[in-house]
T-cell receptor, first 112, second 111 residues
Framework: KAGVTQTPRYLIKTRGQQVTLSCSPI?????VSWYQQTPGQGLQFLFE???????NKGNFPGRFSGRQFSNSRSEMNVSTLELGDSALYLC???????????FGPGTRLTVT | QKEVEQDPGPLSVPEGAIVSLNCTYS??????FMWYRQYSRKGPELLMY????GNKEDGRFTAQVDKSSKYISLFIRDSQPSDSATYLC???????????FGKGITLSVRP
C-alpha cells in the first residue's frame, strides 16, 4: 500500500507570495493533519480535516488555511509569505481522527 | 511550562548499547503516546503507539508509559548504526488528531 505522498517536495518562494501544498493520504484513510517543523519550534500542529471539514486548528495566523476534497486528498495554502514561514510542512493521515498517524516526506518551503 | 518536555541531547552511544529516551508531560488529558523516528530529510516514521500504562515491546524497541508520573520512555536494545536518527515523542488526548510533540533527540550509534 502506498504511503502518504506530498507535492512538491521542495519549493522556493519570495516574501509576499502565496503557496499551495498538496497531500494524498494512504488509501482508505479519511483524516488528514498538517504540521509545521522548524529547528526552533519543532513539530507544531496546523490543522486537521475529516470528511472535508476542519475539525481542529492549531495556533497559527489566518494566513494558513487548508481544505480537504471528497477523495480525502488535502491542500494547505499560505498567503502573504513571511521569512519565518520557511519550514518543513508535513502531512499525516489516519483512518479516523485520533487513530495512528502516518507521515509523508514533507514539503520543504524556503521563503526568500 | 511546555506540555511535553524531551531530553535535548544529542546522544552518542557505541553499537550494541541499550538506549533510553525519555519524555515528561504536564497535560493529564493525554491518553495516547507515540514514538516517531525521523531520518535526515525524511518524514517521521511511527515506531510505537500505546495508550495504557505499562510496557509494549516490538522487536528491539520497548515503549514504557507511567501515567501517574506523566513520564514515557523508549528503550532500544542492541542499538545499531542504522538507529542513528532523531527520535520524537508525541501525545494526544485521542479525541482528535492533534499530536503534541517533544522537541526530539538526535541519537548517533557509533560502529
Amino acid at each position: 500500500k502506498a504511503g502518504v505522498t506530498q507535492t512538491p517536495r521542495y519549493l522556493i518562494k519570495t516574501r509576499g507570495q502565496q503557496v499551495t501544498l498538496s497531500c494524498s493520504p494512504i488509501s482508505g484513510h479519511r483524516s488528514v493533519s498538517w504540521y509545521q517543523q522548524t529547528p526552533g519550534q519543532g513539530l507544531q500542529f496546523l490543522f486537521e480535516y475529516f470528511s472535508e471539514t476542519q475539525r481542529n486548528k492549531g495556533n497559527f495566523p489566518g494566513r494558513f488555511s487548508g481544505r480537504q476534497f471528497s477523495n480525502s486528498r488535502s491542500e494547505m495554502n499560505v498567503s502573504t509569505l513571511e521569512l519565518g514561514d520557511s519550514a518543513l510542512y508535513l502531512c499525516a493521515s489516519s483512518l479516523y481522527p485520533g487513530d495512528e498517524q502516518y507521515f509523508g516526506p514533507g514539503t520543504r518551503l524556503t521563503v526568500t | 511550562q511546555k506540555e511535553v518536555e524531551q531530553d535535548p541531547g544529542p546522544l552518542s552511544v557505541p553499537e550494541g548499547a541499550i538506549v533510553s529516551l525519555n519524555c515528561t508531560y504536564s497535560n493529564s488529558a493525554f491518553q495516547y503516546f507515540m514514538w516517531y523516528r525521523q531520518y535526515s530529510r525524511k518524514g517521521p516514521e511511527l515506531l510505537m503507539y500505546t495508550y495504557s500504562s505499562g510496557n509494549k515491546e516490538d522487536g528491539r524497541f520497548t515503549a514504557q508509559v507511567d501515567k501517574s508520573s506523566k513520564y514515557i520512555s523508549l528503550f532500544i536494545r542492541d542499538s545499531q548504526p542504522s538507529d542513528s536518527a532523531t527520535y520524537l515523542c508525541a501525545m494526544s488526548d485521542g479525541a482528535n488528531s492533534k499530536l503534541t510533540f517533544g522537541k526530539g533527540i538526535t541519537l548517533s550509534v557509533r560502529p
